[in-house]
């Protein structure tokens, strides 16, 4: 599941990614192993156990298929880290967005009994869903992420819910769309959501302990999942981990729980819908373009189409996805030439953002290889690399203060006399355990071509030697700034500040006026993402009102 707490990925609010295990993170196999292979499964566990020990995380179970019938489970670490309990072949892990292609699944079942078309617009197969009037949304689009819904917005809206594009202008992602989706196969299905997914995927597959609905009354039956300590933090690879929250799920985005075992069949019949054979409960002609519909995203180097992520790496294609929790994270790979899978989940935060999609990939590569006679490849490095690093360093002042960026594998920021490593973040943004830089992402601008500022939260920095300004502040705009709370663990905190002049989500989302009381969200001129602010004292808004969901100012 692709979700957000609000914000937190582009360095709002985040959750720190745990300390080392006070125990040396183990492997064991649930299966047995064949010869010619255990190169190749001792190299995909060296990988497995070296995300432990470089992230932290408290526990991971990994299973591997192949199309001769082979098959084992690797687990790792401890499905509950305090007890030192072992993950057993009856442990759930909470699958995340993977359901999406579940859900996706049961749509096409439908549409392949001839029930609708994935052509048709979804108001008109079921009016109640809350889509704006004379809407051409299709079942497709929403399948696709192209509908011009918002990410997470909750499906019951005042005034129903709105689009911000015509259907398949642009590519956003939308676990409201998936939420609907869902809703529109309980129409046809005429059960709930759960009964479906069990009639129709995971009996016909002997997926035996498969859940489609995460509910508490199954608690103990799950590893323990676990959050960041400090959830209000960008992540930063170093803080220390807490069990995290439980909450209940049912709608179709996420609502899926599984054990590695039982995603086998599953993958199993994924590679032999994309190879043709037909597989999902349909015919050869319908599975195959089930598995092949693809539109661009908003990824390099990726396509989407029926809850699936379409990649390539090394002259090789996958289908993929990830799944994100409020406490567990996942990845699968299917390679759709050698049908080889592999499916992954651990037991920390999909708000840490860490999925185990180099992991599964790796899996996958190694075991392609080893079935066909060639040299196992390297495995992935966890580390990523910075371009140019020598740009950054330098002095930066303002009005937050002074920090100096030092040379080095990995750079480091230096400030009161403290230093810490900056960890790159994709792009221009860092993030970092520095006291200090704790709260927020620091980010990096360019001056043609070169480093010439730093932002962190409502702080601008200028670098030493390079002419150029800070913007002053707008006092107006700074009154709407503030620490604003939701209790709910899917949304948590959002930080709202001014800087330069504008309003920013953190420090690099920024937030555009576009009409009275109304601000989009997010770069992009066509995002769907809308935020406003209400209850005002003194001209200070005591509610921020952001993705349909309301947070309440706890300033501190």
């Known amino acids: 599941m692709k979700l957000t707490r609000r914000g937190f990925t582009r360095g709002a609010v985040g959750l720190a990614l745990g300390s080392q295990l006070g125990a040396r993170a183990f492997a064991q196999s649930s299966a047995g192993t064949r010869p010619g292979l255990e190169p190749a499964l001792a190299a995909i566990r060296a990988h497995g156990e070296a995300h432990l020990a470089y992230l932290g995380i408290p526990g991971m179970t990994l299973g591997l298929t192949a199309p001769d019938g082979f098959s084992t489970v690797l687990d790792f670490g401890y499905a509950n880290r305090e007890a030192r309990t072992p993950i057993t072949p009856d442990t759930l892990f909470q699958i995340g967005s993977i359901s999406k292609v579940m859900t ?29 009037a004379g809407n051409a949304i299709s079942v497709q689009h929403m399948l696709d992420h192209v509908a011009g819904l918002p ?137 195959t373009a089930f598995t092949t519909h693809a539109v661009p995203s908003d990824t390099a180097g990726m396509t989407y189409g029926n809850g699936l992520m379409h990649v390539a790496n090394a002259g090789r294609s996958y289908l993929h996805h990830t799944g994100g929790m409020v406490a567990f994270s996942s990845s699968f790979h299917v390679d759709t030439a050698s049908g080889v899978g592999a499916f992954a989940s651990s037991n920390v935060s999909g708000f840490l953002e860490y999925r185990p999609r180099l992991l599964t990939r790796f899996a996958v590569d190694a075991l392609t290889n080893a079935l066909a006679g060639k040299p196992l490849p390297d495995a992935p490095s966890l580390e990523t690399k910075v371009a140019a690093p020598a740009a950054y360093v330098g ?23 403290v230093s810490a490593p900056l960890q790159p973040w994709g792009g221009e943004l860092y993030r970092t355990t520095h ?63 001014e800087r330069g002049g504008k309003l920013w989500i953190g420090t690099d989302t920024p937030m555009t006026g576009i009409g009275d009381n109304l601000w989009r969200v997010g770069p992009e001129s066509w995002s769907p993402e809308r935020a406003s602010f209400a209850n005002f004292i003194d001209g200070r808004p005591q509610t921020l009102i952001y993705s349909g969901e309301k947070f309440l100012r706890h300033d501190v």
């Open 395 to 417: 002095r930066y002042s303002g009005p937050g203060g002074k920090f100096e960026v030092r040379p080095g594998a990995p750079l480091t920021i230096v400030a009161d006399g």
């Open 151 to 287: 990410g997470d917005e909750p499906l019951w809206l005042e005034g129903g819910q709105r689009t911000a594009y015509a259907p398949g202008a642009h590519w956003h992602y939308s676990n409201t769309a998936y939420d609907m989706l869902g809703k529109l196969a309980e129409h046809f299905g005429g059960k709930p959501l759960d009964q479906l997914l069990a009639d129709r995927v995971f009996r016909p597959l002997g997926m035996k302990r498969s859940n489609g609905a995460i509910v508490g009354a199954d608690r103990t039956l799950y590893a323990q999942g676990y959050e960041a300590a400090d959830p209000t933090a960008p992540w930063a690879r170093g803080a220390p981990l807490a069990p995290g929250a439980w909450v209940d799920v049912t709608f179709a985005a996420g609502s899926v729980a599984s054990t590695a075992q039982d995603m086998m069949p599953f993958l199993r019949t994924l590679a032999n819908a994309a190879q043709g054979r037909g597989g999902l409960g349909l015919s050869p002609e319908q599975a």
């Open 435 to 497: 006291p200090r830089f704790r709260q927020f992402a620091l980010m990096f601008t360019r001056t043609k071509g070169f480093v010439s500022h730093a932002s962190w939260g409502s702080f601008g920095y200028l670098k030493e030697g390079r002419v150029g300004t800070i913007p002053p502040s707008n006092q107006a705009l700074a009154k709407l700034a503030g620490r604003y709370v939701n209790d709910s663990p899917w949304v948590g905190t959002t930080v709202v500040v």
């Open 104 to 132: 996706a699944t049961l749509l096409h079942q439908f549409a392949g009994e001839g029930r609708f078309n994935l052509s048709d617009r979804a108001s008109d197969l079921l009016p109640a869903l809350p889509l704006p």
